[in-house]
């Protein structure tokens, strides 16, 4: 058969199964798999998982079951063997999903399916469900192409149950389980594409440093009257530490760390930016990099929270104590232990008027950059490229995937990719979360080029 007769018999495949695709879709969403018993059932997320093994047992991978891991949560897991001699690729998503955040917000209802405008909205629609569906359409139409037959490559599939509460179950369990889960190349189905339409590889993943700042500098609240002007207060101190970590076009300063580096893939325009952000007419953007620079090449600091007295309720008084939550995105390159001692050491230096500073680590994650040039990314590049009649593109993530450096530090001679369904219209983690259902035709059918060429690219 030939790569275009292939991608064609492929490409009916997929289509011929977009309405199956949806239905999953749809009973899938209708999980409220939130992994936080505080808000939701745990049974929900039971309920998900046992879905999710049984439709990836259908789909062949015999090998299918549920593993707890050490946070409390299950992963499914399921496999089929590689052929002799055949490599091994893994395929990642989680079924769990963000709390819908405010029900009221959402024009239809979070826990439900609805197609509107040519999209599909509901809560995982894109994150990351719409991903677990592509990987489940591609592995159907791959099989039904083969007649039933085996499969060219050994395939595992792991389904994450805690990835967006921050829970490090999964992260625990794979160096734990190093056979059980090595592969050659790892899927990554937890990303998307730059825009609809746009083949895009998530090439590299910020790191993350968060931080505490507390500033005191009274024994207790003063009447302002009496004592302002001359009395120190804290939330005046924190307000001028905090404007240290910017100038004033915006760009990150924070001493010791470099904020020049340039980002050499995908350009992101400072219009579409602007509307994808929902950037308010004639305020400026941050930084004086290219959009792509500053999201995913350089650092940038965020003020996640301050502690301070709200307006209503507020009291003419000098204030003791101040705190902000700090969080550092650092890009590939920069060590997140170092980026912890440089801000750690930027804070001490420039905090006014002697103020007591106490400065407490609440998290640390590395960056992530993957390979490229190697079997597995071409025979992606080659499938990307035939579904979506256009060559794929590279783009960096805000986000951080601590998982990833995981799978690279147990398996480092494995291939690692990012791709996925999720676009910026998508708004995860936000209400009104949606996903075209083009982008899960595309990827599942990406997905099954690849399944069924890496073997002979990766012997050539």
């Known amino acids: 058969m030939t790569d275009d007769s292939r991608t064609a018999a492929l490409r009916a495949r997929v289509q011929a199964l977009m309405p199956r695709a949806k239905a999953d879709l749809a009973e899938l969403v209708s999980f409220r798999s939130v992994a936080d018993p505080r808000q939701f059932p745990a049974a929900e997320c039971e309920r998900a998982a046992h879905w999710v093994r049984d439709a990836f047992r259908a789909a062949g991978l015999t090998e299918a079951g549920l593993y707890e891991t050490p946070d409390g949560t299950s992963s499914v897991v399921a496999r089929y063997p590689a052929p002799p001699g055949a490599p091994t690729v893994l395929l990642y998503c989680h079924y769990d999903v963000q709390p819908p955040l405010d029900e009221a917000a959402w024009v239809t209802p979070a826990w439900e ?7 599909w909205y509901g809560r995982g ?29 050994g395939i595992t599939l792991v389904s994450e149950g805690s990835e967006e509460q921050g829970g490090a179950g999964l992260e625990q369990f794979v160096p734990r389980n190093a056979e059980l889960l090595r592969a050659d190349a790892l899927v990554i189905g937890d990303c998307g594409n730059f825009a609809a339409g746009v083949p895009t590889f998530t090439q590299t993943l910020r790191g993350t440093v968060n931080v505490l700042v507390t500033l005191e500098t009274l024994s207790g609240p003063l009447h302002s009257g009496m004592f ?34 340039v980002w050499d893939g995908v350009q992101y325009s400072a219009g579409q930016f602007r509307a994808d952000a929902g950037v308010l007419d004639d305020v400026a953007l941050f930084g ?19 502690d301070v007295p709200p307006v209503v309720g507020s009291a003419a008084a000098l204030q003791p104590r101040a705190r902000a939550r700090l969080n550092l995105r650092i890009p590939p390159g920069l060590e997140p232990d170092r980026a912890l001692r440089e801000l750690t050491a930027h804070l001490r230096a420039h905090t006014p008027w002697r103020a007591r500073l106490t400065v407490e680590t ?10 490229t040039g190697g079997p597995a990314r071409a025979a992606m590049e080659a499938a990307l490229a035939a579904a979506y009649g256009r060559p794929a593109t590279t783009q960096g993530q ?10 690279a530090e147990t398996y480092p001679d494995a291939e690692i990719m990012l791709v996925g369904v999720e676009e910026p219209a998508c708004l995860i983690h936000a209400p009104n979360e949606s996903v075209d259902p083009a982008e899960i035709e595309r ?15 990766r012997s050539a």
């Open 113 to 119: 399916l609805h197609e509107r405008d040519g999209r």
């Open 125 to 153: 629609a894109a994150d990351c469900k719409g991903n677990l569906v592509a990987h489940l359409t591609a592995l159907r139409a791959l099989r039904e192409e083969l007649g039933g037959n085996d499969f060219p490559v």
């Open 228 to 261: 302002g002007g001359a009395a120190p207060d804290a939330v005046t101190a924190l307000v001028h530490l905090l404007a240290t970590l910017h100038d004033e076009r915006g760009n990150t300063t924070v001493d010791g760390l470099t904020a020049d580096q």
């Open 288 to 306: 004086d990099g290219t959009i792509s620079d500053m999201l995913w090449a350089r650092p940038a600091l965020t003020v996640l929270g301050m």
């Open 362 to 371: 609440e998290a640390v994650g590395a960056p992530f950059r993957s390979g």
């Open 398 to 407: 805000g986000g951080s995937i601590p998982l990833c450096n995981v799978f």
């Open 443 to 457: 990827i599942a059918l990406a997905e099954a080029l690849f399944l069924a060429g890496y073997a002979v690219a």
